[in-house]
């Protein structure tokens, strides 16, 4: 850590909109409740407009994607900063399609309920070749 004999310094990298809601407040006032930790939260101007060089540097970092994210730069962040990560980041683009999240799930032992995938990648509109659906199992 950066400042051993100090408190930790956690970087917050999500949207207002996430970082406002009810359930990341209340994180949030877990994490500081016992006084070990300070929230540095990036707001969306830092998120959206500066260059990852001139984000806050901190201990730890948790991040969040959300609609409007930019992912790819949090993740040059990361990498420029190193800080120890609360949760995984990289692991969050798994989360962006739910093809990922399902053979995640299944590839662990984890049951899913009956799905059916409907995969349009690479096709145009009302492009519907056959085959395009797949059914679990098949």
Known sequence: LENPETLVIIGV??????????PMKAILARMTSYGDFVMKVFDDQIILEEPVEQWPIVDALISFHSDGFPY??????????????????????????RRSVYKTLVENGVQVPKHIIVNREGLKESQDPEGFIEREGE
């Open 13 to 22: 990298c999500a949207m207002s909109k996430k970082v406002n809601a009810k």
């Open 72 to 97: 790819e730069k949090a993740l040059q962040y990361v990498e420029l900063r190193k800080p120890f990560l609360i949760n995984d980041l990289m692991s969050q683009r798994l989360l962006f399609d």
